[in-house]
Nanobody, 122 residues
Framework: QVQLVESGGGLVQAGGSLRLSCVASGRIFSSYGMGWFRQAPGKEREFVAGIRSGGSTDYADSVKGRFTIFRASANTMYLQMNSLKLEDTAVYYC?????????????????WGQGTQVTVSS
């Protein structure tokens, strides 16, 4: 059974940093693209960042220069978030998919985690 488990969320002041982790299990994700999405209250889920197995990345314009996505292994991914803003407050979801590894990192994704809450305070 495939599982993606996020961790590292929490409460942080504006301007601070957090690192989110995603650990996948149930299969080897060496041929999968992986991504981070987020959903704020009352808003639709949106793409944050994605990374292919070869290491190429893509970011939403709103996080470029502040967030960094990287993979420590085929099944472990991180999102380093610096200079956090109030508008970064959301539930952050980890995802994995075959299609994004060869095409757009926007999706579609096959597997999703349960999410981790990030709250940025003033």
């Amino acid at each position: 059974q495939v599982q993606l488990v996020e961790s590292g969320g929490g409460l942080v002041q504006a301007g601070g940093s957090l690192r989110l982790s995603c650990v996948a299990s149930g299969r080897i994700f060496s041929s999968y693209g992986m991504g981070w999405f987020r959903q704020a209250p009352g808003k639709e889920r949106e793409f944050v960042a994605g990374i292919r197995s070869g290491g190429s990345t893509d970011y939403a314009d709103s996080v470029k220069g502040r967030f960094t996505i990287f993979r420590a292994s085929a099944n472990t991914m991180y999102l380093q978030m610096n200079s956090l803003k109030l508008e970064d407050t959301a539930v952050y979801y980890c995802s994995a998919g075959l299609a994004p590894n060869g095409d757009s990192l926007l999706g579609p994704y096959d597997y999703w985690g349960q999410g981790t809450q990030v709250t940025v305070s003033s």
